[in-house]
């Protein structure tokens, strides 16, 4: 009885040390949000609609709202429409919005894509890799990124519904930097 109690004890001490690197090693080797004003992250990643991959850098030229998302996020379902509408204003001068789906199941994402009606390019980002690069601690999160691939604006933490003003002003410093 009493070596089972004090394997018990040895197996719960391991445990709880374990976590505990764990949890120094996350955050030592956590990856800090880019600066705005430096290059936006490179990637390429796998389009939700399995037409292929996407890679950032073939839409150097073109101004981009890079929106962070997930189909699990409430506040993504809240700001949906808003990127949506805000997408098809600014398509005719060239800016491109890019989402990227963070931590998702593919089907649970275009199901999603198609209930909100969000026709603009969307890319998975399963393993949360890209998002790691950018600094992305939750969904949602709105990046903007000028014709030459530096990241300029404001970088939005949450929905841009709530941001409208800061949402606006990151567009028009897309397009104009």
């Given amino acids: 009885m009493r070596t089972m109690k004090l394997t018990g004890q040895v197996v719960a001490l391991a445990a709880v040390a374990g976590l505990l690197g ?17 290059p936006a992250p490179a990637f390429s990643l796998k389009r939700v609609d399995a037409s292929g991959t996407l ?15 997930a189909s ?11 990127l949506e509408q805000a ?37 998975q980002d399963g393993s949360g890799s890209v998002a ?15 014709r030459s691939g530096r990241l ?5 933490m949450g929905t841009v519904v709530d941001a409208k003003d800061a949402f606006r002003r990151g567009v028009e410093a897309a397009l104009t930097s």
């Avoid at 890679?55 to 101004?63: E, N, V």
């Avoid at 300029?152 to 939005?156: A, D, Y």
């Fill in 22 to 38: 764990l949890l120094i090693w996350r955050l030592t080797h956590q990856s800090k949000p880019p600066k705005i004003g430096g």
């Fill in 55 to 69: 890679d950032l850098a073939s839409l150097r030229g073109k101004p981009v709202v890079l929106n962070f998302w």
């Fill in 72 to 82: 699990w996020c409430v506040p993504c379902k809240g700001e949906a429409k808003m």
């Fill in 87 to 123: 997408s098809r204003e600014y398509r005719s001068q060239g800016v491109v919005f890019l989402g990227v789906d963070f931590h998702d199941v593919t089907g649970d994402a275009r199901k999603f894509l198609e209930h909100h009606g969000v026709t603009y390019p969307t890319v």
């Fill in 132 to 146: 790691d690069r950018y600094g992305v601690s939750a969904v949602p999160e709105t990046y903007f990124i000028d």
């Fill in 152 to 156: 300029v604006g404001e970088h939005i």
